[in-house]
């Protein structure tokens, strides 16, 4: 079986972590590089969460590159309501035994992407920063991307403004780059990760895996699930980041619309908010293939089928 490359660039992040257990355990897909920018907390943490989340499930044979530690242009923010003061509150992991490449995540988006043949899947499951530094670095690997698969955006309301969602709001400018680089891009808002809530029955179907990862799910779900109840009242943690890898597992999964998408730059309410041309108001061209249903009952059978193999 040919598998599907992918880089995965994260800030972990508790659903990043998910997201990296998913993709490293899955024998249909290669993972070529785990990629890390700045986002739910600061580089240095989401740095060595990735690398800690890769030892714990034996994975430290996949490559961890630390990229951009804040915006393109704005302000940095992080997410520390919701994921804590290490962006990866909860679980305790032993002392850390895998430390990123020496290679700056933009430099290695780059040369892997050179020296491939066009068909990686770069997954974004938190701000865009590195993935559009290094498409304005070096514009010839936007033809050597396939698609442009993201957690981010929303049809409807953010869950940072009432405008927009987290991974966009925290660099609309690198947000904008990536969605205009003429790419394929498959946008998972908040729109369907918000049908994917990790309750109680969840957390325990889970801990009957008594896998080194099913663990630690359950312990991140733990913290996850807690702050997200405190801040939005969800009866359970919505799982944004792994519907991105799960909708490669297992595509049926989710239905897509095609449609414009722009990124709002003004420096208003709305700055950060796709704005989403979901009956083609403006007639302009499509941009994005934008998920607008998941079976919820399918994402969590690849959850679990991923939770099972460490
Ligand atoms: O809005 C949810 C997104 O923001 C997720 O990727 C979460 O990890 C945070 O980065
Ligand atoms: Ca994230």
Redesign the pocket.
């Known amino acids: 079986m040919e598998r599907k490359k992918i880089i995965l660039d994260c ?1 972990p ?4 972590a998910v997201a990296i257990m998913l993709a490293a355990g899955s024998e249909e897909l290669e993972l070529l590089g785990v990629t890390v920018v700045a ?2 907390q600061t580089l240095e943490n989401t740095v060595r969460n990735a690398c800690n989340v890769l030892s714990w499930i034996g994975r430290e044979d996949i490559p961890v590159y630390a990229g951009c530690p804040r915006p393109l242009v704005r302000e940095k923010m992080v ?1 520390a309501d ?2 804590g003061s290490t962006g990866l509150d909860g679980p305790v992991f032993p002392p850390q035994t895998k430390f990123p490449e020496a290679e700056h995540a933009v430099d290695f988006l780059i040369r892997t992407l050179l020296a491939q043949e066009g068909d990686v899947t770069v997954i974004t ?3 865009m920063t590195n993935l559009a530094l290094a498409l304005r670095r070096e514009p010839r690997i936007a033809e050597k991307i396939e698609r442009i698969l993201l ?2 955006g929303s049809l409807a309301n953010g ?2 403004s009432p405008a927009a ?3 966009i709001l ?1 660099d609309p400018e690198a947000a904008h780059i990536c969605f205009s680089a003429g790419r394929p891009v498959t946008m998972m808002g ?1 729109d369907v ?1 918000r049908k994917v809530l990790c309750t109680p029955e969840i957390v325990s179907r889970m801990a009957k895996l008594d896998t080194p990862a099913a663990q630690l799910f359950v312990q991140l779900m733990g913290h996850f699930c807690r702050t997200q109840k405190e801040v939005f009242g969800w009866e359970g943690g919505p799982l ?2 792994p519907v991105t890898v799960a909708s490669l597992l297992d595509p049926g999964m989710v239905t897509l619309k095609g449609m414009n998408v722009q990124i709002d730059l003004s420096h208003g309410p709305s700055y950060g908010r796709t704005n989403c041309d979901a009956f083609d108001y403006l007639g302009l061209p499509h941009t994005a293939e934008v998920a607008v249903d998941i079976d919820a009952a399918r994402f969590w059978d690849v959850i679990e089928r991923g939770l099972r193999r460490f």
């Open positions: 800030d992040g508790h659903d990043d986002g739910n997410a919701i994921h499951t938190g701000p957690m981010g869950n940072v969602e987290f991974n925290a908040l990760t944004h980041d």
